[in-house]
């Protein structure tokens, strides 16, 4: 610290006081550039500032003793973070730094940057092994690890013995409360499409609804298919909103108010659909994966929603799992009947017409391009939401749940719930009779020759379908899908 105060008291050549700001960063930043190229002369790395402050971060600060692995773990990674950034920094300075008694030059003075980094810095101060707080650290954060991989992470959640009752983080929650939730979520969410349809509310037979789930073009969905006669159906509300009897809308003056105030409901119906979506169609997708839902395809990428087997499904090709494996698979969601019922009739009705509404109150840019996100708000020509958004409305649409469900709560109750109480849905089988599917499709690609994955991902693809996305395959979605809808 020495330096710090020696720096706020530098006078310039004139006997002016510098500002402190100009020079106290500068001193800071040389601080710590000094803790972590302090390297050690005997092999000795315990007495470095920077391990004594790792060790510091293992212990808890309110409870006054030792984390466990597994909660120490993300401590030490952020620390390693943030050196491996001051260190960056000292090797390539994105500019000069003139105040200190040595001034360090910019970036630009060294000829062969590749080679500071890679033959002067990281072999000294990065690497695994090296006489430096970092290769220190590294060491510290491999075993750590190995001792979380054996102790497991921290368990967060227990039952009451009727198995009726979850707790969770120090609040409880029962299964009826949990379906309660869910219920009054759906109820909430029919009522605000009936207010949007004007109380109109069409048949919806989705077996005459056409659709493709193989192709892929530029503004593509169901509602394009000529078959389905939805390229026109935002008039059918046109009509009811701007007459006497309907919505009564105008352009100016109080009907223009009305408009305003109907796609302001719109927003709220999406918040909505992105809740019951959330909450129904099985074991609950990570918000980065569904806050990106399309219902029309753009020209980098395939939509998500489609129409297969007479129901609406969602399907996610982006996953954490696939980032991990680097192994692309499809995941398929099919949310119950009544949100798949509103969903329909926002995507073909009202979602079309507040788009057209928009525009005539001049609201966007008349040739502002379609969004094709599902969960956006009407003044957003192409933003969806974001991850905070998504948090905030699924805690904002379950207000009837005693915890409060966050993204990470809901997952959380999710997945218990499906553990505890789905499998006495499940239809037992006889292991005598031949109704065990899995078995007959393993002894199907054994009879032709060939493991399972090579029998269902290159023999018989269906052209109708993607090729790692099979009618096999969507069958077995679909089927976890109703039995977590026979639960609820």
């Known amino acids: 610290m020495e330096f710090i105060w020696a720096g706020l008291a530098v006078e310039d050549p004139d ?10 960063p500068e001193t800071v930043f040389q601080l710590l550039v000094m803790f972590w190229t302090d390297l050690s002369t005997d092999g000795l790395l315990g007495g470095k500032a920077i391990i004594h402050f790792s060790g510091v971060l293992g212990i808890h600060p309110c409870e006054l003793a030792y984390r466990t692995a597994y909660d120490y773990t993300p401590y030490l990674a952020a620390l390693m973070w943030i050196g491996r950034l001051v260190i960056l920094e000292y090797a390539l300075p994105l500019r000069a730094y003139t105040t200190l008694d040595i001034p360090w030059p910019a970036r630009a003075s060294y000829a062969d940057q590749g080679r500071r980094l890679c033959a002067e810095i990281r072999p000294r101060y990065l690497q695994r092994g090296s006489l430096s707080p970092m290769g220190y650290l590294i060491e510290r954060l491999q075993h750590d690890r190995a001792i979380a991989k054996r102790e497991g992470p921290r368990t967060n959640m227990s039952w009451s013995l009727d198995g009726q009752t979850l707790d969770i983080a120090g609040s409880r929650i029962t299964m009826h409360e949990f379906r309660q939730t869910v219920h009054f979520l759906i109820a909430r969410t029919e009522q605000a499409t009936r207010r949007l349809m004007f109380d109109w509310w069409p048949k919806v037979e989705l077996s005459a609804v056409r659709d493709n ?11 394009q298919d000529p078959a389905n006669q939805l390229q026109s159906s935002f008039r059918n ?22 408009a305003v105030l109907y796609l302001k409901q719109c927003n709220r119906l999406v918040k909505l659909l992105f809740s019951g979506i959330h909450t129904t169609s099985g074991m609950p997708a990570r918000g980065e994966e569904l806050r990106v839902l399309r219902w029309a395809d753009t020209a980098a990428v395939q939509r998500n929603i489609f129409i297969c087997q007479s129901r609406i499904i969602l399907v996610f ?41 928009s ?13 094709p996100h599902l969960f956006t708000v009407y003044d957003s020509p192409s933003a969806c939401f974001s991850s905070a958004s998504c948090s905030k409305t699924l805690q904002q649409s379950t207000t009837e749940c005693p915890i409060q469900l966050s993204f990470k709560t809901y997952r959380q109750v999710a997945v218990a ?7 006495s849905l499940v239809q037992p089988f006889d292991p005598n009779a031949p109704k065990d599917y899995d078995g007959f499709l393993r002894l199907l690609s054994f009879q032709t020759g060939h493991n399972p994955s090579t029998h269902a991902g290159a023999y018989a693809l269906d052209r109708a379908y993607p090729a790692k996305l099979q009618p096999e395959l969507v069958e077995r979605y679909f089927q976890n899908s109703r039995v977590w809808h026979q639960f609820l």
């Open 15 to 24: 006997g002016l006081t510098l500002s402190p700001s100009s020079r106290i």
């Open 213 to 223: 789930l193989a192709k892929h073009r530029p503004g593509y969905s169901f509602l």
């Open 237 to 258: 509300l046109s009509r009811r909103a701007f007459s006497r009897d309907g919505g009564q809308f105008a352009l100016k003056g109080k009907g223009r108010e009305q």
């Open 317 to 357: 090709s982006y996953n954490k799992a696939s980032q991990n494996s680097n192994n692309s698979f499809f995941i398929v969601r099919v949310p119950c009947s009544a949100v798949e019922r509103c969903l329909f009739l926002y995507l073909a009705y009202i979602r079309p017409f507040s788009d057209f509404l």
């Open 359 to 371: 525009r005539q109150l001049k609201l966007v840019s008349a040739t502002a391009p379609t969004n």
């Open 417 to 423: 719930v499906s553990k505890k109480h789905l499998p």
